[in-house]
């Protein structure tokens, strides 16, 4: 079964809204999750890294002020999307790998954002 | 992180054996390769990973040479649910794991 959930599966936002995704890691605890952003037909790209406790790391060129991430528990990363527009349509994606098993790494399922 | 290269698209038949092969002619000694299925509007899902010669799991084998430049991914009797994207991934075992860096991908189609 899954051991990363995200929520919603997909949503349909008006620009200028903020919207909040979740992900939560079912059966573990992470203190590292990971937040990808895929636009369509396109390979997957880091947003950034979500720390427990701590503030997040971004990529280059990822506005920290506009996907605000917060890990305020183990199992439970959010990603806001603020004052969306509809260039940030995409499909989100988060990752957490589990303490004990380093060979690989979970997804969740993916959260399809659609600004209108 | 290495680089890898990958066939943009394959194409097969069901019942046949698929083959996607990765370049990652940078790849460190502490590097692992791993690959990932994704299917449309899903997040990407392990298949196997390793280190060198071979490997092989319920799913599918991975040929990795003595040079490790390259791997192969053999997917064993493809059937239609097989289509989807394959990512190969080249990372430093363990801490790096989930900050993976994802190529292109190969688009395999499995025709009936």
């Known amino acids: 079964g899954a051991v990363v959930s995200q929520h919603p599966s997909w949503v349909i936002c008006k620009s200028g809204t903020s919207v909040k995704i979740e992900c939560r890691s079912l059966?573990?605890?992470?203190?590292?999750m990971f937040w990808y952003r895929q636009f369509p037909k396109q390979s997957l790209m880091l947003m950034a890294t979500?720390?427990?406790?701590?503030?997040?790391?971004?990529e280059q060129g990822v506005e920290k002020d506009k996907f605000l991430i917060n890990h305020a528990s183990l199992t439970l990363s959010t990603l806001t999307v603020t004052s969306a527009h509809p260039e940030d349509s995409s499909f989100y994606i988060c990752?957490?790998?589990?303490?004990?098993?380093?060979?690989?790494?979970?997804f969740g399922q993916g959260t399809r954002l659609t600004v209108v | 992180l290495a680089k890898t290269t990958q066939p943009i698209s394959m194409d097969s038949y069901e019942g046949q054996e698929v083959n996607i092969t990765c370049s990652h002619n940078?790849?460190?000694?502490?590097?692992?390769i791993t690959w990932y299925q994704q299917f449309p509007s899903q997040g990407p899902r392990f298949i196997i990973q390793?280190?060198?010669t071979k490997v092989t799991n319920e799913v599918a084998s991975l040929f990795i040479p003595a040079d490790r430049k390259s791997s192969t991914l053999s997917l064993p009797r493809v059937s239609l649910s097989d289509t989807a994207v394959y990512y190969c991934?080249?990372?430093?075992?363990?801490?790096?794991?989930?900050?993976?860096?994802f190529g292109k991908g190969t688009k395999l189609s499995v025709k009936p």
């Open positions: 059966d573990f605890q992470a203190t590292t």
């Open positions: 979500s720390n427990e406790g701590s503030k997040a790391t971004y």
């Open positions: 940078n790849i460190a000694t502490n590097d692992y």
């Open positions: 991934l080249v990372a430093p075992y363990g801490g790096s794991q989930g900050n993976l860096i």
């Open positions: 990752s957490a790998r589990k303490p004990d098993r380093d060979t690989e790494a979970f």
């Open positions: 390793g280190y060198k």
